[in-house]
């Protein structure tokens, strides 16, 4: 531990360091600067789909929005995951792993489109941002590695969501089905980091593919017309929202510590707005402005203190029997 760390600290026993990090100071701070970048990107992309998710849905529905930009996505991919395969690189951990992702991924995707049917869309933003609150409790009681600048960037990121998003009104069905959503995000952000270690584009391929599952209920009824307009929308959201963002999530996880990706993709709200200012002429009011303020703040809170090695120490936990 440093000089001057307190005693509290000292006494965290912590999982062992990942391979490359064994020790503290230098590279963890190349392990921030490879992972920060990629985890931007992310939030970013994520953040851009807002205004081309609300063309396609307005036009052919939630579900199948779902199975139209993972049909895409899987397409662009499968040439990279055929060649791959064929040569062997392709294990069954990363394609279990992925399809568990992918499965998660898909039943939150549902859950929160079937919660924004009942509640306002601030509300489901908030909701949805805390996601950030469950990996943090995992890191707390599972992995035992937690800290003081993880609790106040915690806190910050979570009083900043609320300002940008400004939700209101009670605790409904519209918010519990989020609020389970938020369970799942989480849940994906955790089994990224678990699966996520080999091959990021052969991933985001198996995280992806699930989601063609909800092409059923438009196979049964009869499917819908996709005019162009929706389709070059789609291939966006397959291409840049899914491929390349399941991706670059996968290698920034690669180098960061769950709690402190979770901040850096809270980002996503921040991005959002970013982008409805740009393209829609939504303005921020003051409050919400300081909202996103906070949260770039405990992003920066967050990853200066990994960098420091803060989040982790120089001696392994003991393995548990």
């Given at each position: 531990?440093?000089?001057?760390?307190?005693?509290?600290?000292?006494?965290?026993?912590?999982?062992?360091?990942?391979?490359?990090?064994?020790?503290?100071?230098?590279?963890?701070?190349?392990?921030?600067?490879?992972?920060?970048?990629?985890?931007?990107?992310?939030?970013?992309?994520?953040?851009?789909?807002?205004?081309?998710?609300?063309?396609?849905?307005?036009?052919?529905?939630?579900?199948?929005?779902?199975?139209?930009?993972?049909?895409?996505?899987?397409?662009?991919?499968?040439?990279?995951?055929?060649?791959?395969?064929?040569?062997?690189?392709?294990?069954?951990s990363l394609a279990l792993g992925g399809l568990l992702t992918g499965l998660t991924y898909a039943v939150a995707l549902w859950l929160q489109g079937w919660g924004m049917e009942y509640t306002t869309a601030s509300n489901a933003a908030f909701i949805t941002g805390l996601n950030v609150v469950f990996?943090?409790?995992?890191?707390?009681?599972?992995?035992?590695?937690?800290?003081?600048?993880?609790?106040?960037?915690?806190?910050?990121?979570?009083?900043?969501?609320?300002?940008?998003?400004?939700?209101?009104?009670?605790?409904?069905?519209?918010?519990?089905?989020?609020?389970?959503?938020?369970?799942?995000?989480?849940?994906?952000?955790?089994?990224?980091?678990?699966?996520?270690?080999?091959?990021?584009?052969?991933?985001?391929?198996?995280?992806?593919?699930?989601?063609?599952?909800?092409?059923?209920?438009?196979?049964?009824?009869?499917?819908?017309?996709?005019?162009?307009?929706?389709?070059?929308?789609?291939?966006?959201?397959?291409?840049?929202?899914?491929?390349?963002?399941?991706?670059?999530?996968?290698?920034?996880?690669?180098?960061?510590?769950?709690?402190?990706?979770?901040?850096?993709?809270?980002?996503?709200?921040?991005?959002?707005?970013?982008?409805?200012?740009?393209?829609?002429?939504?303005?921020?009011?003051?409050?919400?402005?300081?909202?996103?303020?906070?949260?770039?703040?405990?992003?920066?809170?967050?990853?200066?203190?990994?960098?420091?090695?803060?989040?982790?120490?120089?001696?392994?936990?003991?393995?548990?029997?």
């Open positions: 531990m440093p000089e001057g760390a307190s005693c509290w600290q000292a006494k965290l026993i912590q999982r062992p360091l990942r391979p490359g990090q064994e020790v503290l100071g230098i590279r963890d701070e190349r392990s921030v600067r490879k992972g920060l970048p990629a985890l931007l990107a992310t939030a970013m992309l994520w953040g851009s789909s807002f205004p081309a998710i609300k063309v396609v849905v307005g036009q052919v529905g939630g579900l199948t929005y779902v199975w139209l930009r993972g049909l895409l996505a899987l397409l662009s991919l499968s040439p990279y995951v055929a060649v791959v395969i064929k040569r062997g690189k392709i294990s069954r990996v943090h409790v995992y890191t707390a009681l599972v992995r035992r590695a937690y800290g003081l600048h993880l609790a106040s960037s915690l806190i910050l990121s979570v009083l900043g969501l609320y300002a940008l998003t400004a939700p209101g009104g009670g605790l409904g069905v519209g918010e519990v089905l989020v609020l389970l959503s938020a369970v799942l995000w989480a849940a994906q952000i955790l089994l990224v980091d678990r699966f996520g270690r080999e091959d990021p584009i052969a991933f985001a391929f198996f995280e992806v593919a699930p989601t063609i599952a909800f092409i059923v209920p438009d196979a049964i009824s009869g499917m819908p017309s996709i005019s162009q307009e929706i389709l070059l929308w789609s291939l966006y959201l397959a291409l840049a929202c899914s491929d390349a963002a399941f991706a670059l999530q996968a290698l920034g996880q690669k180098h960061l510590e769950p709690a402190t990706s979770a901040i850096i993709l809270l980002l996503e709200p921040v991005f959002a707005s970013l982008f409805a200012f740009l393209l829609l002429g939504e303005i921020m009011t003051p409050i919400q402005a300081l909202g996103a303020l906070m949260i770039v703040l405990a992003m920066l809170i967050s990853c200066l203190m990994e960098g420091r090695g803060q989040g982790r120490q120089a001696q392994p936990s003991t393995p548990r029997p």
